[in-house]
């Protein structure tokens, strides 16, 4: 069973539109990370945020953690065309030595 | 700075031939990850290694997959008698040290299509 998983499976917006994907965990954890994929590639990360902060924000994006809930989020505003991706959130299962767990993805369509 | 290089970027093979798929890490990373994405899955781990060593295989399936890294600048992932629903995106990640405060840095991955 997967670690970490994503929700919605899907979106789909306007340019301009702000949206937010969601991600919950299911155990304790050192950082989490937000990864995107775009058609071709493999993911590039996009944010790491640690267990001890709450938000952290890069440029457009904002994630946010909550680690009572087990839960993070990914904002993002002012969407592009080039923010259709697919986009994962990653966690580390409280150990240094674990390899990153990655959910099933949410896919996000931004159209013109 | 190349980046992850995984070669080839697609390979088809009948059913019951074998695959291997090649992985160059980025040059100084110390950790070295297999994973392998379905629609249905998403991003399965599969196994990874730390300066060479193996460390946690976990995730491959215990017949047919293996993995090794002969030295610091490749990895590769084979799959003996290779069945339809091994058909995936193989993707390699590299990070310079282990820890999940660590970026991991993907290659393009291998799409494998079995006949």
């Known amino acids: 069973s997967q670690l970490a998983e994503e929700n ?10 702000s949206v937010t994907v969601n991600c919950s965990y299911k155990t304790s954890i050192t950082a989490l990370q937000w990864y995107r994929q775009k058609s071709g590639e493999g993911p590039a990360q996009l944010i790491l945020i640690r267990s001890n902060e709450r938000e952290k924000r890069n440029g457009r994006l904002r994630a946010t953690l909550d680690t009572s809930s087990q839960s993070s989020s990914l904002s993002i505003t002012a969407t592009r065309c080039e923010d ?8 580390d299962g409280g150990g240094n030595n674990n390899a990153p767990r990655f959910g099933a993805g949410t896919k996000l369509s931004v159209k013109p | 700075n190349a980046g992850v290089i995984q070669t080839p970027r697609h390979k088809v093979t009948g059913k019951g031939q074998e695959a291997t798929l090649w992985c ?3 040059s100084g990373h110390s950790a070295v990850f297999w994973y392998r994405q379905t629609i249905v899955q998403g991003l399965e781990f599969l196994t990874y290694f730390r300066n060479q060593a ?57 799409r494998l299509s079995v006949l």
């Not at chain 2, 799959?79 to 629903?85: H, N, R, V």
């Open chain 1, 8 to 17: 919605p499976w899907a979106l789909s917006v306007h340019e301009g539109e």
């Open chain 1, 84 to 91: 259709t991706a697919v986009y994962f959130c990653a966690t």
């Open chain 2, 24 to 26: 160059e890490p980025i």
């Open chain 2, 54 to 110: 193996p460390i946690d295989d976990s995730g491959m399936p215990k017949e047919r997959f293996s993995a090794q890294m002969p030295n610091q600048s490749h990895s590769t992932l084979k799959i003996q008698s290779t069945q339809p629903q091994d058909s995936a995106v193989y993707l390699c990640a590299s990070s310079p040290r282990l820890g999940g405060q660590n970026t991991l840095y993907f290659g393009a991955g291998t």
